[in-house]
């Protein structure tokens, strides 16, 4: 089992819905949790952390974890074409030195 | 600052060439790192700093040298590559190592090996 999963997509929203991402992870001792959002061919940006289960928000973003489950999701509010990208899922360990990330899901707002 | 500085943008380069990719923040952030990035796929750690000291070497061939001048920059130096090495390389930094902090991307350096 790959240590965190993710949809590939690619996952089409029409403009002004939400669009759901998911993410699952094997190891229960994982600690933080990441949302990044990479353009094509540009580079990731974090846009959402999330270390405690629940829901945390950020404007049109709302990050949910569930440790219990072992997934995190993203929910982005009122979807706009900008919002096309990949995103990422990443984690970490408690004490590890590095990310992992997951494949990511191409999301696709329609307009 | 909140930026992660790379250089250069896109670099070819033959596979007897010497050539280093530069990596600056001034965000007084003590680890940075390395990412290889191969089209629709996710990030591939290469190397961690943390400060200044190199602490993961994810197996990464010789053929690619990590060099960690101060706090605020990181070199990659790169001989004689292959063809398959033509990426996206990423640098990022955090305020320590560890997944604990987000990381800041910088916006890549796309290499391509001819």
């Known amino acids: 089992q790959k240590e965190v999963e993710q949809n590939s997509g690619p996952l089409s929203v029409p403009e002004g819905a939400i669009a759901s991402l998911n993410c699952t992870y094997s190891?229960?001792?994982?600690?933080?949790f990441f949302w990044y959002r990479q353009y094509s061919g540009k580079s990731p940006e974090l846009i959402m952390s999330?270390?405690?289960?629940g829901d945390k928000e950020d404007g049109r973003f709302t990050a949910q974890l569930n440790k219990a489950s072992q997934y995190v999701s993203l929910l982005i509010r009122d979807s706009q074409p900008s919002d096309s990208a990949t995103y990422l899922c990443?984690?970490?360990?408690?004490?590890?030195?590095?990310?992992?990330f997951g494949t990511g899901t191409r999301l696709t707002i329609i307009p | 600052d909140t930026e992660v500085t790379q250089t250069p943008k896109h670099l070819v380069m033959g596979m007897t060439n010497k050539k280093s990719l530069k990596c600056e923040q001034h965000?007084?952030?003590?680890?940075m790192y390395w990412y290889k990035q191969k089209a629709k796929k996710p990030p591939e750690l290469m190397f961690v700093?943390?400060?200044?000291?190199?602490?993961i070497n994810e197996s990464v061939p010789s053929r690619f040298s990590p060099e960690c001048p101060n706090s605020s920059l990181l070199n990659l130096h790169l001989h004689a590559l292959q063809p398959e090495d033509s990426a996206l390389y990423l640098c990022?930094?955090?305020?320590?190592?560890?997944?604990?902090?987000?990381?800041?991307f910088g916006s890549g350096t796309r290499l391509t090996v001819v």
């Open positions: 700093y943390s400060y200044e000291k190199l602490s």
């Open positions: 990443a984690l970490s360990l408690s004490g590890n030195e590095k990310l992992t």
């Open positions: 965000m007084g952030h003590r680890a």
């Open positions: 990022a930094s955090s305020q320590r190592a560890g997944g604990d902090y987000g990381y800041t």
């Open positions: 190891d229960r001792v994982s600690q933080s």
């Open positions: 999330i270390y405690s289960n």
